[in-house]
Nanobody, 113 residues
Framework: QVQLVESGGGLVQPGGSLRLSCVGS????????MSWYRQAPGKERELVAG???????DYADSVKGRFTISRDNTKSTLYLQMSSLKPDDTAVYYC???????WGQGTQVTVSS
């Protein structure tokens, strides 16, 4: 059974940092492009960052220089290090397999003072 489980969300003040994790199982994690998406209230889900099996990374313009995506294939785990967080980063964050046929349940990130 293919499964993605996120963790690490929470409430953080503007300018703060959080690290999200996503553990994959039931498929050959190391072979897949993996992504983080987010969905804010009233908005469409958007791609935040992606990483290939060879560690090539892609970022949305809105997070470049602030977020870092990485992976540990030995642990089948995807990470998103988020720094200099802004209220506009508030959303539910989802990890997804590159073919978008597997999604996590989402983790809430709230940036507020």
């Amino acid at each position: 059974q293919v499964q993605l489980v996120e963790s690490g969300g929470g409430l953080v003040q503007p300018g703060g940092s959080l690290r999200l994790s996503c553990v994959g199982s039931g498929f050959p994690f190391s072979m897949y492009y993996m992504s983080w998406y987010r969905q804010a209230p009233g908005k469409e889900r958007e791609l935040v960052a992606g990483i290939s099996s060879g560690d090539r990374t892609d970022y949305a313009d809105s997070v470049k220089g602030r977020f870092t995506i990485s992976r540990d294939n030995t642990k089948s785990t995807l990470y998103l290090q988020m720094s200099s967080l802004k209220p506009d980063d508030t959303a539910v964050y989802y990890c997804a397999r590159g073919d978008r046929r597997a999604w996590g349940q989402g983790t809430q990130v709230t940036v507020s003072s």
